[in-house]
């Protein structure tokens, strides 16, 4: 079932002498209930413009974005009534999302407090929520500043699931954070994604993450989304020159994975306020041709993946004897497997 529905959106930010950021270009796409759609993408490309668009916390400049049918915008955003507890965010850096003068029990239940739950109801879904979350209750009358920076992420997962919320978005939820807490938020996500049933929107640049957690990737580039599909095949079989670059610049801890792409990417980003005709990646691709400065319908290239781009056909063939998915899938297990211990080693041998 079709949970979020976004079609055409666009987000331009005006900067005076009748010119603007062009933030977010004619985006299409949807959250199925209970799966993980990751958009990815550089700095700068739009991936957190739009999931505050989907939330209402943005007037949208242009387009449509359904939340189980009904149109988001005006005022039916996250925190209209009829909406209120069922759409969450999780916040990039924990430490400032959370309030240091509030404890943490009374944080969690913030989202409860708005929709009327009495004291003893509100009482019982934060210590379900800390002990979903693995906080210990001992740190409900803790202050943030108290907790590390892995405990201070869970409390802001526990404040967004508490209500049983439908979609959580989720903007660079473990960038912050050290490996080993990193791989723990992951397998959190996860495990409450299998209880809840919550759908994810889940907005990174750390492609490792995506791939083990997301069900379906989009790649944006300056506002527009250039490659979609299942997170397998994408990382397996790459379409577009700009999804081919962010896979190869990934920097994995083991030597003997790194290839070399056989597509690199050069020069300079455009400027979003002065967007080239056509493809915005053309100035940087060693592809371009004349064709390029038209752009590129949208492509599809196997069922659920498309891609925007007048050669995928040759990036294809290119590609073809690099596998960016056993990198990934290697190497993410290789991180979240414990090492043998010396004496585990003593028994083996």
């Given amino acids: 079932m079709t949970l979020l529905d976004v079609k055409n959106l666009v987000q331009h930010f005006p900067t005076g002498r009748g010119k603007a950021v062009q933030a977010v270009n ?8 209970g799966e993980t759609l990751a958009l990815v993408g550089e700095s700068g490309s739009g991936k957190t413009t739009i999931g505050r668009c989907v939330l209402g916390l943005i007037q949208p400049t242009g387009g449509s974005i359904l939340f189980h049918g009904e149109p988001m915008g005006g ?17 990039q850096e924990p430490a400032e999302s959370l309030d240091p003068r509030i404890v943490v029990g009374r944080t969690i239940g913030e989202p409860m407090a708005a929709l009327g739950a009495s004291r003893a109801d509100r009482e019982k879904a934060v210590r379900l929520a800390a002990q979903r979350v693995g906080l210990p209750e001992r740190l409900l009358g803790s202050y943030p ?20 919320p439908e979609l959580i978005v989720l903007d660079e939820p473990t960038s912050a954070l050290d490996p080993s807490a990193r791989a723990e938020i992951i397998d959190l996500l996860i495990r409450l994604q299998k209880e809840l049933g919550t759908a994810y929107l889940f907005i990174s ?12 990737v989009a790649v944006l580039y300056l506002g527009s989304i250039v490659e979609q599909g299942p997170s397998a095949e994408l990382f397996a079989a790459p379409r577009h020159p700009y999804s081919v670059g962010l896979l190869a610049s990934v920097l994995l801890p083991n030597p003997e994975l790194r290839r070399e792409s056989t597509i690199r990417l050069e020069g300079e980003i455009p400027s979003p306020i002065d967007l080239p005709p056509g493809c915005p990646l053309e100035g940087r691709c060693p592809l371009a041709i004349a064709r390029c400065r038209e752009m590129p319908p949208v ?12 050669r995928h056909a040759d990036v294809a063939q290119m590609e073809q004897a690099v596998d960016y998915f056993e990198r ?14 010396k004496q585990e080693e003593q028994w083996a041998n």
């Fill in 26 to 33: 004619g985006v299409d796409f949807t959250v199925d209930a």
């Fill in 75 to 91: 005022r039916r955003t996250l925190r209209s009534p009829e909406l209120r507890g069922r759409m969450q965010l999780v916040f």
């Fill in 145 to 164: 500043a108290e907790l590390s920076m892995g405990l201070q992420q869970r409390v802001g997962i526990a404040r967004a699931v508490v209500s049983r």
């Fill in 205 to 216: 640049h750390d492609l490792s993450t995506v791939r083990y957690l997301s069900h379906r």
């Fill in 299 to 310: 492509e599809t290239v196997s069922p659920g993946h498309t891609v925007r781009c007048w």
């Fill in 328 to 341: 990934f899938q290697i190497e993410a297990e290789r991180i979240l497997t414990p090492a043998p211990s």
